[in-house]
């Protein structure tokens, strides 16, 4: 084989690698969408999967219109340089000088994204960060179903998968990042820089958003929603695994003319060892929550997710056997956490802060405990605790909880943020798009309506084949 055969044979298993990568990381997507879905009840079903599926759509185009250059465009602002842009002068530093490389690839006119056989890796780097984005947003979506408007939901969405959670990754998941040159961040599988923010963004809107009609009786004590269709709840959540493990993949660093697999900090690693630690996470996690919840199935398959969560940033490091303890510890912890939020008069209806939020936050804080010490290359402090706490806190306070709360404050004052009560009892989907989701089974539309047909003699009169038809 020529030396330039090898060479283009390098460049193309990365480039083959993160392609597949992401696109089974829409399995993530999949898996939400029958989640949530499942989780809602049937006179939102359809409102509900359609509101997930426009996720793809006003993530994906923010991103690459801006999100995509606010990754390689935040890393140093504000602690160590500033925005980098057009205006920038390169010529400033060798940091910067090699930032703006990236920067000018990822312009929504760059030709890096352009069909380009000179550049076979902007691209699916892109691709594999705007999955990234889409499952950030994806985390917030289930958490307001039944009474979030669509369109507050896509300006949200917007915000946080293609703004906020991006500023994050380019201080905390970027070696120019300023978390990690000046703080020694490590945050491996992002339970902070995306779970986390995500997580603690939700939270914000749904103390603005408020509980769904009949949450809560005349003396604030929570009354159960139970999903319409739990089996297809538990289907999405496998699907979410699938993807998971796609999702960590692409977190492990091959490029053409390594030498050997790397984190995005740079430490050494192999994808085998994601394939273990993912794996007990995995395990452990449903144990925790499967003791934690006496069995309760909601909260066991969720278990799975925050055991994976809860190791998420220190997943490359950790011994397989110290894996199985933190996920059992963050599993368990879960439902306790859900159970008091909704105490507390938030309705998470699908449990995020719990699973996403705090689980994020407690995974990204561990690592500075288990992790301590970790050496990251040359100039990078080590991983350490109050480097590790303040990377977390910065994450889920300043760019997930305030701009979570604040946008969804701005939308509820002029009205934009919440369903009226009318359409809310009714349906979303009749409400927003005229349809059922189960036309042929008796829905409470239908029973409602068979009711309304009560005779002179109080006697329910049945309705005929042709209004059952019509039903």
């Known amino acids: 084989m020529s030396p330039e055969a090898q060479e283009f044979l390098g460049t193309f298993a990365s480039e083959t690698f993160y392609y597949w990568a992401s696109v089974f990381m829409l399995l993530i997507h999949a898996g939400f969408l029958a989640y949530e879905g499942g989780a809602s009840r049937t006179k939102n079903v359809l409102a509900t999967m359609v509101k997930n599926l426009l996720t793809l759509a006003s993530v994906g185009l923010a991103f690459f219109f801006f999100g995509w250059w606010v990754y390689n465009a935040f890393p140093l602002f504000p602690v160590t340089g500033g925005i980098l842009g057009p205006w920038t002068n390169p010529e400033q530093s060798e940091t910067i000088q090699s930032a703006m490389e990236l920067v000018e690839a990822s312009y929504p006119w760059s030709p890096a994204l352009a069909p380009n056989t000179g550049d076979h890796l902007t691209g699916v780097f892109f691709f594999a960060f705007a999955l990234f984005a889409m499952t950030t947003a994806s985390i917030l979506s289930g958490a307001l179903i039944e009474r979030v408007k669509v369109g507050a939901y896509l300006v949200l969405s917007v915000v946080l998968g293609a703004f906020t959670w991006v500023v994050g990754a380019a201080w905390g998941w970027n070696p120019f990042g300023w978390f990690v040159t000046n703080l020694g961040y490590h945050d491996f599988g992002c339970s902070a ?5 995500s997580g603690f963004f939700a939270l914000g ?22 999903p319409h269709n739990l089996p ?59 003791i934690s919840s ?51 008069g938030i309705d998470d209806a699908v449990g995020a802060v719990g699973v996403h939020g705090v689980c994020g936050l407690l995974g990204a804080v561990l690592t500075g405990i288990f992790a301590a010490g970790y050496p990251q290359g040359a ?88 209004e059952l038809a019509m039903d």
């Not at 999702?247 to 690693?269: H, K, N, Q, S």
């Not at 042929?440 to 002179?456: A, D, F, Q």
Request: charged share 10%; proline share 6%; hydrophobic share 50%.
């Open 294 to 344: 006496k069995s309760e199935p909601f909260f066991t398959i969720s278990g799975g997710l925050a055991g994976i969560i809860t190791v998420g940033a220190g997943l490359d490091l950790y011994h397989p056997a110290l894996v199985i303890v933190l996920a059992f510890a963050g599993a368990f912890l879960m439902p306790k956490v859900i159970v008091a939020i909704e105490k507390a």
């Open 232 to 290: 297809l709840t538990m289907v999405g959540l496998m699907l979410i695994f699938v993807g998971f493990y796609a999702f960590l993949a692409a977190c492990v660093i091959f490029l053409p003319g390594y030498t050997g697999e790397t984190t995005i900090y740079g430490t050494p690693m192999t994808l085998a060892s994601i394939g273990v630690n993912t794996t007990l996470a995995l395990a452990a996690g449903l144990v925790g929550a499967y």
């Open 193 to 197: 820089i995306v779970h986390g923010i």
């Open 205 to 226: 809107v749904l103390i603005n958003l408020g509980p769904r009609v009949g949450k809560y009786d005349e003396a604030g004590n929570p009354r159960p929603i139970l």
């Open 379 to 466: 100039d990078i402090p080590p991983i350490n605790f109050v480097g590790q706490l303040i990377g977390a806190l910065v994450s889920v306070v300043l760019l997930g909880f305030i701009p979570g709360y604040g946008v969804s404050w701005l939308l509820k004052r002029f009205n934009l943020l919440r369903v009226s009560r009318e359409e809310e009892v009714m349906g979303l989907d009749i409400a927003d798009l005229g349809i059922e989701g189960y036309p042929e089974y008796p829905t409470m539309t239908l029973i409602s309506n068979i009711t309304k047909g009560v005779g002179g003699n109080g006697i329910s009169q049945a309705p005929t084949s042709s």
